[in-house]
């Protein structure tokens, strides 16, 4: 059985606990400061025009390598199905009763990678792929996993 997720971002996959938001209102302050704005200024496009990920962002980014790195182990939804639905080129994800096994680091990986623009999953090379995952982060300044899950 793999890992579960940091113990920092919480049970479940969107849900951050107060130690976590309160490392992004200290990184937006930060980035405030490095920016000279005032602190009511939303950090949005800050983030942006200082290349910064936020940490939202980071978590994103480690587990879709990680699942990223372990895709030839993974079966597409068509493998395990023969019906031809809108997600069948996406990974399929273990069922799981317990929410130790939901929040694993493969399931996660996995629900992460699946949302992301088929563009990007469709890239062969490893660090062309971290390369434009990393670009697309950066263009779109997620400050939860939840508005990420939403795309």
Known sequence: MLPRPPEIWGESLGEATPKVKKIFRLQERAVRILSRVDQHVSCRNLFKELNIFTLPSLYIREF???????WGQMKQNEEIHDHSTRQKSDFHTQYCRTTLLKNNYENVGIKLFNK???ELKKIGKPQEFKRRLQTF???HVFYSVDEYMAL
């Not at 879709?64 to 372990?70: L, S, Y």
Request: aromatic share 0%.
């Open 137 to 139: 982060l950066r263009q």
């Open 116 to 118: 992301l623009p088929n």
């Open 64 to 70: 879709v390598c990680k699942a990223r790195i372990n």
